[in-house]
């Protein structure tokens, strides 16, 4: 979980959104962009609009904002607030657009030129670029005066790998604002991703010194010290995040590190490494699949099936997850299929899932099509699924087809970060097909650096051992 919750500093309202936040326009607060000015009755469903933002009403705040438009369609405020709805949603080539015609009507327009950079961020390595070039120009405007966009420029910087330069603005960010929090919680995964944990921590640390409720610097906290191995204090890191989380889904993501620290064990994972079992809708399920009761948990969906409320896309699931961990591969294809028909595209992980059970019944033609529709699937959404890419690259590098597969495993890779590490395993074993033994034996070390007790540790030191010498 890497949700880096920052914004435009001059914005006139900052709302938390995804993984960042986004700067809304409303004519009733004074800012840098109330250098738009309207007439009475746009003004007027600008502030409209940005009610129903803040209550969670996309499509009315859409509908009002086009009127806007359609009164004066020079009225960039308008774009930028329906970008901020579409992202918001998820929507995020939707977003994007907006932010781009509001940047059109004015090219200097800050609050549009740090959106359009964390629309662009969200959409994945090859956009940060691009994204870079927006932050740099909104830095600019501000003359190099805010904290947040130095922050949200180094987060690019640092995800694109370029540790030197984003060292350099998170010190920018922390010597504008010392108690800046996200800044420091930037720092820190900058150092956890250079394994320099000691710093990590210390960053860590000075997150929560200046945020004392601050849920991802706990978190950050949880990670490292998993890292050090030091389990105690990683479980009591991520109670204390829980306690200050208000996102359910990262609640439930500090819920399962929870559990299996405490547990000891590996959580239950699909195939080629993905990492959590698929959501389940009723607490009693999701217990049992994590204590992988098997037989208990087929019974309780079987039960939940067998009423017409509990026929859903998401028990279907469940219920194909399970039986394809009971080794009932039909039956759990069947599963799946219900699940892709109730959900009527929407839903890429059943589509993964059934590609999964498919493997496992020994139809790889058709498995490799699943995994391809849930790759398709999940751009649509704007989100990412980095075992599906995983998976779609093995059934490749199976058929021989190494340059696509080598494609798709470095997609994973971009979207899992360090959540997946068999997917370095698996590129190391391509690269050895294709002679870089050198680019091999990084992905063995990583791989082993990641996961040192993991299920493929043993191969990956032997194969380390045969292209080196050493296996360490």
Request: aromatic residues 10%; glycine residues 6%; charged residues 25%.
């Amino acid at each position: 979980m890497q949700a880096f919750r920052s914004g435009c500093g001059w914005n006139k309202v900052a709302t938390a959104l995804l993984v960042a936040s986004i700067t809304y326009v409303s004519s009733t607060v004074p800012a840098l962009a109330q250098k738009h000015r309207y007439a009475p009755e746009v003004e007027q469903r600008i502030g409209a609009a940005g009610k129903l933002l803040k209550e969670g009403n996309f499509d009315e705040t859409r509908k009002v904002l086009q009127d806007a438009i359609k009164m004066d369609p020079a009225c960039g405020d308008a774009y930028n607030n329906i970008g901020i709805s579409y992202f918001r949603e998820g929507q995020l080539k939707d977003a994007e657009s907006n932010f781009r015609m509001a940047l059109k009507i004015d090219p200097l327009y800050l609050e549009a030129l740090c959106n359009l950079g964390l629309c662009l961020y969200q959409q994945g390595e090859s956009h940060y670029d691009e994204a870079i070039i927006y932050f740099r120009q909104a830095l600019e405007l501000t003359h190099n005066s805010d904290p947040q966009l130095h922050k949200n420029l180094a987060d690019v910087l640092r995800d694109g790998g370029d540790y030197k330069e984003a060292l350099k603005h998170y010190g920018e960010a922390v010597k504008l604002q010392p108690d800046y929090a996200p800044a420091y919680n930037g720092l820190s995964m900058l150092y956890y991703r250079t394994k320099n944990y000691d710093q990590a921590y210390a960053e860590a640390q000075n997150a929560v010194k200046m945020r004392p409720n601050y849920a991802l610097g706990y978190f950050y906290l949880g990670m490292i010290e998993t890292a050090r191995k030091h389990t105690p204090e990683a479980i009591q890191f991520y109670e204390t995040s829980l306690k200050y989380e208000p996102n359910p889904r990262y609640a439930s993501d500090t819920r399962l590190k929870i559990s299996e620290l405490k547990a000891g064990l590996a959580p239950p994972s699909f195939p080629f490494g993905a990492t959590t079992p698929p959501p389940a809708v009723n607490e009693n399920v999701s217990d049992l699949v994590r204590a992988q009761d098997w037989g208990k948990a087929e019974n309780v969906l079987e039960r939940m099936l067998s009423t017409p409320s509990g026929k859903t896309a998401n028990n279907y699931n469940n219920y194909g997850y399970v039986l394809s961990r009971r080794g009932k591969f039909e039956q759990a294809t069947q599963a799946y299929r219900n699940a892709i028909k109730l959900s009527k595209g929407k839903f890429p992980q059943a589509h993964y899932n059934l590609g999964q059970a498919l493997r496992l019944n020994n139809d790889a033609i058709e498995a490799e099509q699943e995994f391809s529709t849930a790759i398709h699937e999940s751009q649509k959404l704007n989100k990412p699924f980095p075992a599906a890419y995983n998976a779609y690259a093995l059934l490749l590098k199976s058929r021989g087809q190494l340059t696509q597969a080598n494609k798709y495993y470095k997609v994973a890779l971009s979207q899992a970060g360090n959540s997946m590490p068999v997917i370095h395993y698996n590129l190391g074993i391509l690269l050895e097909k294709t002679e870089k033994s050198k680019d091999a034996v990084r992905e063995y070390k990583q791989y082993l650096t990641l996961a040192p007790s993991g299920k493929n540790a043993k191969q990956a030191k032997e194969r380390l051992k045969r292209l080196t010498g050493d296996a360490r």
